[in-house]
């Protein structure tokens, strides 16, 4: 049997999940559905998930609304991975649970510093220089 890849290297089967898993934990996480204070009052991105080979391990890149309280809101959100991974679970069919690990995601930070190189002053004057 022939693995469906991306370009990325991943299976279409771990996006699929993935995909599912990030939608689950959006649901929750914007229902209010976790009874912690940190995570009731900020608002909380998930931006992607990625899935192990096995379908075991699932890495969540999370960032909250404006990068405020974000080692807060990692915290929280480690604090209740066991409700999260049972809800999770609970929702997508699989043979294993998988487990979440809360990765803050720094990709909005790096566009917006390349955004800003690509904008300074040495940048624009090679765009605006005569060839």
């Known amino acids: 049997m022939r693995k469906t890849e991306t370009?990325?290297?991943?299976?279409?089967?771990l996006l699929r999940v993935g995909e599912q898993v990030r939608h689950i934990l959006s649901d929750v996480l914007q229902r209010g559905d976790v009874h912690d204070e940190?995570?009731?009052?900020?608002l909380v991105s998930v931006t992607e998930v990625?899935?192990?080979p096995?379908?075991?391990h699932a890495t969540v890149f999370v960032k909250p609304l404006l990068g405020q309280d974000e080692e807060a809101v990692l915290k929280?959100?480690?604090?209740?991975?066991?409700?999260?991974?049972?809800?999770?679970?609970?929702?997508?069919?699989?043979k294993?649970?998988?487990?979440?690990?809360?990765?803050a995601d720094e990709s909005f930070d790096e566009g917006t510093h390349i955004?800003?190189?690509?904008?300074?002053?040495h940048v624009a004057q090679d765009l605006t220089g005569e060839e």
Do not use: C, W
């Open 7 to 13: 370009t990325e290297g991943r299976s279409v089967r």
């Open 38 to 42: 940190t995570l009731q009052s900020h």
């Open 50 to 52: 990625r899935m192990s």
């Open 54 to 56: 096995d379908l075991r």
């Open 76 to 94: 929280a959100l480690r604090t209740n991975t066991a409700y999260l991974q049972r809800e999770v679970a609970t929702r997508v069919r699989m």
């Open 96 to 103: 294993y649970a998988a487990r979440l690990k809360f990765i």
């Open 115 to 121: 955004d800003a190189l690509l904008r300074s002053e």
